[in-house]
């Protein structure tokens, strides 16, 4: 049982570099997300997807591209990486249906950007 | 907009001392809750979900929490504590089944052995 994978889990930039934050999810959810996690701030929503070819901006997408071009894959890219972006990375996906459901978080992505 | 507002941002107890963390969101309407722990270091666990039905929500851990409609809240309890228990917890909603997540600001919960 896999889950939600995050790759990778620690990741250190210079300021102006550019990478991808990797998640997969094998249990076929449509919806998939990401947040940013910051000390006092609780996760906050950066994107969402509610299924392939489908996106939306969160809380706080500023900064941040996603695209999803299949069910399993999610990435978050940060195209040009600021100190004010160094923060704990989660990714989320959960099933969509009429039911309620819970999410399933990644292991996280710790970036710091210097 | 939706908001889910967590009251404490740190709580110190003792081993055995009784433990209530508020939370509020600020919908209406049908409404998903969610108390989510994350010791430290490690990513988020799920402690207990509302959905419908029982207000009082049994969860892992010893853990439970009471959804109260008329207050808007959804506040998190446990009768004793232990030092295992140590971590940050979140109170996350969403508007309906569908919605999405949001968090509150986390509440850090420090037990002294």
């Known amino acids: 049982n896999a889950g939600v994978t995050q790759t990778p889990k620690f990741q250190v930039l210079k300021t102006g570099q550019s990478m991808t934050l990797q998640c997969a999810q094998d249990m076929n959810h449509e919806y998939m997300s990401w947040y940013r996690q910051d000390p006092g701030m609780g996760l906050r929503l950066i994107h969402y997807?509610?299924?392939?070819?489908?996106?939306d901006q969160g809380e706080v997408p500023n900064g941040y591209n996603v695209s999803r071009s299949t069910t399993e894959d999610f990435p978050l890219r940060l195209l040009s990486a600021a100190p004010s972006q160094t923060s704990v990375y989660f990714c989320a996906s959960k099933e969509t249906g009429t039911g309620g459901t819970e999410a399933f978080f990644g292991q996280g992505t710790r970036l710091t950007v210097v | 907009a939706q908001s889910v507002s967590q009251h404490n941002h740190h709580v110190i107890l003792s081993e055995a001392a009784s433990l209530e963390l508020g939370c509020n969101y600020s919908?209406?309407?049908?409404?998903?809750l969610f108390w989510y722990v994350q010791y430290p270091g490690q990513h988020l666990q799920l402690l207990l979900k509302y959905f419908s039905g029982d207000p009082l929500v049994k969860g892992i851990k010893g853990f439970e929490a009471e959804f109260i409609k008329s207050k808007f809240s959804f506040n998190l309890r446990k009768p004793s504590v232990q030092w295992s228990d140590t971590a940050e917890y979140f109170c996350?909603?969403?508007?309906?089944?569908?919605?999405?997540?949001?968090f509150g600001k986390g509440t850090k919960l420090s037990v002294k052995p």
């Open positions: 919908y209406g309407g049908t409404v998903n």
């Open positions: 997807s509610v299924g392939a070819g489908i996106t």
């Open positions: 996350a909603g969403r508007k309906g089944s569908q919605g999405n997540l949001i």
